[in-house]
């Protein structure tokens, strides 16, 4: 009865809310419909629509499915401090950080579906009805692994959500074990993910053991400060007083982490290039160009200007401003997108196992596609953290 | 498509009504599933406005795995798809189901000092099995290398020449390896291919969803999409079928060679092979100490590509 | 002997259908047996005359590989006319032959559709009979219906020296070939003669590394002769234009990927690098 009562008020919530609120969904909506539109069509005429090719047979959506994994996973950088270390400051933002775990799995999950060729099939993928190649393909793990997080987080989400709401403290024996759980899920998600490129034989750029570590350090820096920078707007729209310690914390789980990446990244870059072998072939796509192709080559230089002066910011002083702390998280949302999807997945196809190297650019479509649904997954967050931020307000609770 | 988000239609349709009970359930419960997601069935809709009624809509969406059909429901599915087939294409296409021949495991050699680049085998292999001509899927490619390299980034895929051999070039079709360990199978999560029998890696077309992974996991660049409906002149329809290979595909589906499984468990040879003007190819059962192919891998100097990858090619390659 | 070699360049081509239709009436008329002909042979050769023209007859001309890309051999239908012989048991087309011993013990048994070309020309014995025409074993030009031969076999692989069309064609049988031992080869069993010098290839193709098998790859195994393949008389395949490459999927287009840039042979590389 309560949890029905926690609900209807959630609901209520979700419509209740000013101009900026308003005019930010709306805008939101109209992109999600054009990107419903789009995809339409993709349905009817097949993925012939995006610049995907046999030669490239993964581009964008992969790509973000890749990044947004990753998003997703970063929640737990906030949980671990809250819940094993109780670090109160992060326990307040904890929430609407889960809230941004789950819209994130939501969107990585729909661009696995869009990505698929035949999604009204889609229930060959069930266990039990219809025939999941368990064990053995890591695609089958990585949708167990999402569905269990996501699973998982809303659980956690919403029983905290729930005890605040009746003005209770959560019971530590009923969310610890579910926060263990959850965060030995968030690594696997990205683990996982990781091991659906390296376990590619196929693919030597792919084939490489640094992979995970990379994928989960680039994660940590990337997710938070995605949260952070979301964080920095709600304390400058006033909608949620983030305290300036929380802000603290959070950038120096970034820097950490986007240090470890960088050196990861660099480790790579130095394996790859010592001695150029023919293994090295697509890192010499991406970095320089292959045989006058070079597509990649402005995407992967623009994510490590991106990302070093992220980094720059963030160990200097610089970092205390405001603006440029929000510039710096931009820089390294994008820096790692661009570094994790279009400079991991599309390189890992060029060249092709038979050496030819054929480009991809994404199409109209599948732009519009993917930011339909990056529309779908923000709206998404909004709703969630907008009711997480009306209960810890004590907005909305069980009177 | 409302009729087709009701469960309860599902199971009325006289084709369904001999099911068990645990059927009813699980197709009752894909149903739900199918309910919630919208977007869904507007993809089944999407499809099948073009090709016939609804039963047979709902049948092909409940099809089961090919290796789970029984008998019957094998030759059910395999009528319907020739009904839609033609109704598709405006020819009869006779699907057969030969399984594999006992004891046989096909293995391939080709001699690349007898190729020569004509890349007669690649249009044989198009007519052969029904490829889609728009976006011209072709399962060999023929390379042109140094003569003394072996460097595939240095190959020409694209070489159209006056004639050919061209002086200082060698000549090197690639197609599916029919690997014994076949990393395109482990990467499927729906387990929509598989390594037969006869040791041939084939794919369940109606049971594919379309995510290429497999694609991205096969080192020899051999499986290709079907990125649009695939269309193919009614007068070029190659008309004997398998369903495991050259049946005709629908959109978003993988597929790849099969060494001609319609011809070849008939005891035929691959349509690549005929075609070859200089007998470069090799064909036959390896499991059979008389036969030729095993000549070949027993007393040539044989090699394989990409061996280092643990994939063990049922493919040879060797020279005079 | 230095001009005939002059001569063999100057004269080439020239006419050598005339006789087609006249053979192919008496060729497809009756189930030609082997036997009969032979009989015919030993008939005439009891009369044997000098004529001034004589040549072994050729087979296959040059024009003819160029057909072949529209029509293979093999995928003639007509299959009435195929005399099949197996081996290495069946000799009862071959009587009066001597049976090829095989060096290599345990080949797969097998049948060669029988020459399938020489139904469109005509008999060596057409014309050869022993006794307007004989056959001459003598090095010069090739002359009259016989210019069109290339002779590149000879001239480029062995040598006029040691090496004549009477050193494969029997002057005494028209119609058949004769082993360095002289013994007489019928023309389906032309692999006897290549043999003689090309033993691995001979080996290869009995065991079926070399050439090509026809129809099924179990049961009955049918295999073409060296000479579907290969003229006799310049045995290297030509030089053919191949089927377009292929192209990019629909929607997309195609830049031919030119890469590495610079050299690409090691040696050139080599130089390269120290140049600069
Ligand atoms: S070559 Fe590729 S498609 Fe063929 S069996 Fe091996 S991995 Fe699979
Ligand atoms: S594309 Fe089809 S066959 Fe390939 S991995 Fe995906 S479901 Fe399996």
Same mark, same amino acid.
């Given at each position: 009865?309560?949890?029905?009562?926690?609900?209807?008020? !959630?609901?209520?919530?979700?419509?209740?809310?000013?101009k900026?609120?308003?005019?930010?969904?709306?805008?939101?909506?109209?992109?999600?419909?054009?990107?419903?539109?789009?995809?339409?069509?993709?349905?009817?005429?097949?993925?012939?629509?995006? !610049?995907?090719?046999?030669?490239?047979?993964w581009?964008?959506?992969?790509?973000?499915?890749?990044?947004?994994? !990753?998003?997703?996973?970063?929640?737990? #950088?906030?949980?671990?401090?809250?819940?094993?270390?109780?670090?109160?400051?992060?326990k307040e933002?904890?929430?609407?950080?889960?809230?941004?775990?789950?819209?994130?799995?939501?969107?990585?999950?729909?661009?696995?579906?869009?990505d698929? !060729?035949?999604?009204?099939? #889609?229930?060959?993928?069930?266990?039990?009805?219809?025939?999941?190649?368990?064990?053995?393909?890591?695609?089958?793990?990585?949708?167990?692994?999402?569905?269990v997080?996501?699973?998982?987080?809303?659980?956690?989400?919403?029983?905290?959500?729930?005890?605040?709401?009746?003005?209770?403290?959560?019971?530590?024996?009923?969310?610890?074990?579910?926060?263990?759980?959850?965060?030995?899920?968030?690594?696997?998600?990205?683990?996982?993910?990781?091991?659906?490129?390296?376990?590619?034989?196929?693919?030597?750029?792919?084939?490489?053991?640094?992979?995970?570590?990379?994928?989960?350090?680039?994660?940590?820096?990337?997710?938070?400060?995605?949260?952070?920078?979301?964080?920095?707007?709600?304390?400058?729209?006033?909608?949620?007083?983030?305290?300036?310690?929380?802000?603290?914390?959070?950038?120096?789980?970034?820097?950490?982490?986007?240090?470890?990446?960088?050196?990861?990244?660099?480790?790579?870059?130095?394996?790859?290039?010592?001695?150029?072998?023919?293994?090295?072939?697509?890192?010499?796509?991406?970095?320089?160009?292959?045989?006058?192709?070079?597509?990649?080559?402005?995407?992967?230089?623009?994510?490590?200007f991106?990302?070093?002066?992220?980094?720059?910011?963030?160990?200097?002083?610089?970092?205390?401003?405001?603006?440029?702390?929000?510039?710096?998280?931009?820089?390294?949302?994008?820096?790692?997108?661009?570094?994790?999807?279009?400079?991991?997945?599309?390189?890992?196809?060029?060249?092709?196992?038979?050496?030819?190297?054929?480009?991809?650019?994404?199409?109209?479509?599948?732009?519009?596609?993917?930011?339909?649904?990056w529309?779908?997954?923000? #709206?998404?967050?909004?709703?969630?953290?907008?009711?997480?931020i009306?209960?810890?307000?004590?907005?909305?609770?069980?009177? | 498509?409302?009729?087709?988000?009701?469960?309860?239609? *599902?199971?009325?349709?006289?084709?369904?009504?001999?099911?068990?009970?645990?059927?009813?359930?699980?197709? *009752?419960?894909?149903?739900?599933?199918?309910?919630?997601?919208?977007?869904?069935?507007? *993809?089944?809709?999407?499809?099948?406005?073009?090709?016939?009624?609804?039963?047979?809509?709902?049948?092909?969406?409940?099809?089961?795995?090919? /290796?789970e059909?029984?008998?019957?429901?094998?030759?059910?599915?395999?009528?319907?798809?020739?009904?839609?087939?033609?109704?598709?294409?405006?020819?009869?296409?006779?699907?057969?189901?030969?399984?594999?021949?006992?004891?046989?495991?096909?293995?391939?050699?080709?001699?690349?000092?007898?190729?020569?680049?004509?890349?007669?085998?690649?249009?044989?292999?198009?007519?052969?099995?029904? /490829?889609?001509?728009?976006?011209?899927? /072709?399962?060999?490619?023929?390379?042109e290398?140094?003569? &003394?390299?072996?460097?595939?980034?240095?190959?020409d895929?694209?070489?159209?020449?006056e004639?050919?051999?061209?002086?200082?070039?060698?000549?090197?079709?690639?197609?599916?390896?029919?690997?014994?360990?076949?990393?395109?199978? *482990?990467?499927?999560?729906?387990?929509?291919?598989? %390594?037969e029998?006869?040791?041939?890696?084939?794919?369940?077309?109606?049971?594919?969803?379309?995510?290429?992974?497999?694609?991205?996991?096969?080192?020899?660049?051999?499986?290709?999409?079907?990125?649009? &409906?695939?269309?193919?002149?009614?007068? %070029?329809?190659?008309?004997?079928?398998?369903?495991?290979s050259?049946?005709?595909?629908?959109r978003?589906?993988?597929?790849?060679?099969?060494?001609?499984?319609?011809?070849?468990? %008939?005891?035929?040879?691959?349509?690549?092979?005929?075609?070859?003007?200089?007998?470069?190819?090799?064909?036959?059962?390896?499991?059979?100490?008389?036969?030729?192919?095993?000549?070949?891998?027993?007393?040539?100097?044989?090699?394989?590509?990409?061996?280092?990858?643990n994939?063990?090619? %049922?493919?040879?390659?060797y020279?005079? | 002997?230095?001009?005939?070699?002059?001569?063999?360049?100057?004269?080439?081509?020239?006419?050598?259908?005339?006789?087609?239709?006249?053979?192919?009436?008496?060729?497809?008329?009756?189930?030609?047996?082997?036997?009969?002909?032979?009989?015919?042979?030993?008939?005439?050769?009891?009369?044997?005359?000098?004529?001034?023209?004589?040549?072994?007859?050729?087979?296959?001309?040059?024009?003819?590989?160029?057909?072949?890309?529209?029509?293979?051999?093999?995928?003639?239908?007509?299959?009435?006319?195929?005399?099949v012989? +197996?081996?290495? =048991?069946?000799?009862e087309?071959?009587?009066?032959?001597?049976?090829? +011993?095989?060096?290599?013990?345990?080949?797969?048994?097998?049948?060669?559709?029988?020459?399938?070309?020489?139904?469109?020309?005509?008999?060596?014995?057409?014309?050869?009979?022993?006794?307007?025409?004989?056959?001459?074993?003598?090095?010069?030009?090739?002359?009259?219906?016989?210019?069109?031969?290339?002779?590149?076999?000879?001239?480029?692989?062995?040598?006029?020296?040691?090496?004549?069309?009477?050193? @494969?064609?029997?002057?005494?049988?028209?119609?058949?070939?004769?082993?360095?031992? +002289?013994?007489?080869?019928?023309?389906?069993?032309?692999?006897?003669?290549?043999?003689? @010098?090309?033993? =691995?290839?001979?080996?290869?193709?009995?065991?079926?590394?070399?050439g090509?098998?026809?129809?099924?790859?179990?049961?009955?195994?049918?295999?073409?002769?060296?000479?579907?393949?290969?003229?006799?008389?310049?045995?290297?395949?030509?030089?053919?234009?191949p089927?377009?490459?292929?192209?990019?999927?629909?929607?997309?287009?195609?830049? +031919?990927?030119?890469?590495?840039?610079?050299?690409?042979?090691?040696?050139?590389?080599?130089?390269?690098?120290?140049?600069?």
């Amino acid at each position: 009865m309560e949890f029905i009562r926690f609900c209807f008020d !959630g609901v209520k919530e979700i419509f209740r809310g000013g101009k900026l609120y308003w005019s930010w969904m709306g805008v939101l909506a109209v992109v999600a419909l054009f990107g419903a539109s789009a995809y339409l069509q993709q349905l009817q005429q097949g993925l012939v629509v995006t !610049g995907m090719s046999d030669q490239v047979s993964w581009g964008i959506y992969i790509a973000s499915f890749t990044s947004l994994v !990753g998003i997703a996973a970063a929640a737990i #950088m906030l949980i671990i401090p809250a819940y094993i270390f109780h670090d109160m400051d992060i326990k307040e933002i904890v929430i609407p950080a889960e809230g941004l775990a789950i819209a994130a799995c939501v969107m990585s999950m729909m661009f696995v579906l869009i990505d698929l !060729g035949r999604p009204d099939r #889609m229930w060959h993928l069930l266990p039990y009805i219809g025939r999941f190649n368990f064990p053995k393909s890591m695609l089958a793990w990585d949708v167990l692994v999402l569905n269990v997080y996501l699973f998982l987080t809303m659980i956690i989400s919403v029983y905290l959500l729930f005890s605040k709401y009746k003005g209770k403290e959560p019971k530590f024996s009923i969310y610890f074990p579910l926060v263990i759980l959850s965060i030995f899920s968030a690594l696997s998600i990205h683990t996982v993910t990781a091991f659906l490129f390296s376990s590619n034989v196929a693919r030597s750029f792919w084939h490489t053991g640094l992979l995970a570590p990379r994928f989960i350090a680039s994660a940590f820096s990337a997710g938070p400060a995605f949260f952070l920078l979301t964080a920095l707007v709600m304390r400058y729209t006033k909608v949620f007083p983030v305290k300036e310690i929380a802000i603290k914390r959070l950038t120096t789980i970034i820097t950490i982490a986007l240090e470890i990446n960088l050196f990861l990244l660099l480790a790579e870059v130095f394996t790859e290039f010592y001695h150029q072998t023919e293994h090295s072939a697509s890192a010499a796509y991406l970095f320089f160009g292959l045989g006058g192709k070079t597509a990649l080559v402005p995407w992967i230089w623009s994510s490590v200007f991106l990302n070093i002066s992220a980094l720059v910011i963030f160990v200097l002083p610089l970092k205390k401003n405001t603006i440029f702390l929000a510039l710096a998280c931009l820089f390294l949302v994008v820096g790692v997108w661009i570094e994790k999807g279009m400079g991991l997945v599309v390189p890992g196809f060029i060249p092709t196992p038979l050496g030819e190297v054929y480009e991809y650019t994404p199409t109209f479509i599948e732009v519009q596609i993917s930011m339909g649904v990056w529309a779908i997954g923000l #709206m998404l967050y909004t709703i969630l953290a907008k009711i997480s931020i009306a209960v810890n307000l004590e907005r909305i609770r069980l009177t | 498509m409302s009729e087709k988000n009701n469960p309860a239609k *599902t199971v009325e349709t006289p084709e369904n009504s001999d099911v068990s009970r645990r059927e009813l359930f699980k197709k *009752t419960a894909i149903a739900g599933t199918i309910a919630a997601a919208g977007a869904v069935s507007t *993809t089944i809709a999407a499809s099948n406005v073009e090709s016939g009624g609804l039963s047979d809509a709902l049948d092909e969406f409940f099809q089961k795995h090919y /290796q789970e059909m029984s008998k019957e429901e094998m030759q059910k599915a395999i009528a319907r798809l020739e009904r839609k087939a033609k109704e598709k294409h405006g020819k009869e296409i006779h699907i057969g189901n030969t399984p594999p021949l006992e004891g046989v495991l096909f293995g391939y050699a080709l001699n690349i000092s007898k190729c020569k680049g004509y890349r007669k085998c690649v249009d044989a292999c198009v007519a052969e099995n029904n /490829q889609n001509r728009d976006t011209t899927i /072709q399962y060999i490619r023929v390379l042109e290398l140094e003569n &003394e390299s072996m460097n595939f980034e240095e190959a020409d895929h694209y070489y159209d020449r006056e004639t050919v051999p061209h002086t200082g070039k060698k000549y090197f079709p690639i197609q599916c390896q029919q690997c014994e360990n076949p990393p395109c199978v *482990t990467a499927c999560p729906v387990e929509a291919t598989w %390594k037969e029998a006869d040791g041939i890696t084939v794919i369940d077309y109606n049971w594919c969803i379309g995510c290429r992974y497999c694609a991205a996991a096969c080192p020899y660049w051999a499986r290709k999409f079907n990125w649009s &409906e695939p269309s193919i002149p009614e007068e %070029k329809i190659n008309p004997e079928t398998h369903y495991l290979s050259n049946r005709p595909r629908m959109r978003g589906v993988m597929e790849k060679c099969t060494f001609c499984l319609q011809r070849t468990r %008939k005891g035929k040879l691959p349509a690549c092979l005929e075609a070859c003007p200089t007998g470069a190819r090799v064909f036959g059962n390896i499991l059979d100490p008389k036969s030729e192919i095993r000549y070949v891998l027993e007393n040539k100097k044989v090699f394989r590509l990409k061996e280092e990858l643990n994939t063990e090619p %049922k493919f040879w390659y060797y020279s005079d | 002997m230095s001009t005939n070699k002059i001569t063999f360049y100057s004269v080439r081509y020239a006419v050598a259908f005339c006789a087609i239709f006249f053979f192919a009436f008496s060729f497809s008329n009756s189930s030609l047996s082997i036997g009969q002909e032979v009989e015919e042979v030993v008939e005439n050769k009891t009369e044997t005359d000098a004529e001034e023209e004589s040549e072994e007859e050729d087979e296959e001309s040059d024009d003819e590989e160029e057909e072949d890309d529209e029509a293979m051999p093999w995928d003639d239908e007509d299959d009435e006319e195929i005399k099949v012989f +197996k081996f290495p =048991q069946s000799t009862e087309f071959l009587p009066n032959f001597p049976i090829f +011993k095989v060096k290599y013990a345990g080949f797969p048994e097998f049948k060669i559709k029988g020459r399938l070309r020489s139904s469109e020309y005509f008999l060596c014995s057409e014309c050869h009979d022993g006794v307007e025409l004989k056959p001459r074993p003598i090095i010069r030009e090739l002359r009259k219906e016989h210019t069109n031969i290339n002779l590149d076999h000879i001239k480029q692989e062995h040598g006029t020296e040691k090496f004549w069309c009477t050193t @494969c064609h029997d002057t005494s049988r028209p119609d058949y070939l004769v082993g360095l031992k +002289k013994q007489s080869i019928h023309f389906d069993q032309s692999f006897l003669l290549c043999g003689q @010098c090309h033993s =691995q290839n001979q080996k290869d193709w009995l065991f079926g590394a070399h050439g090509k098998r026809t129809g099924n790859w179990n049961g009955e195994r049918t295999i073409l002769l060296c000479t579907e393949c290969h003229s006799p008389h310049s045995p290297a395949l030509e030089p053919a234009s191949p089927n377009p490459p292929p192209p990019p999927r629909q929607g997309q287009i195609l830049v +031919k990927s030119v890469h590495p840039e610079g050299p690409r042979k090691t040696w050139d590389k080599f130089i390269y690098s120290k140049q600069h």
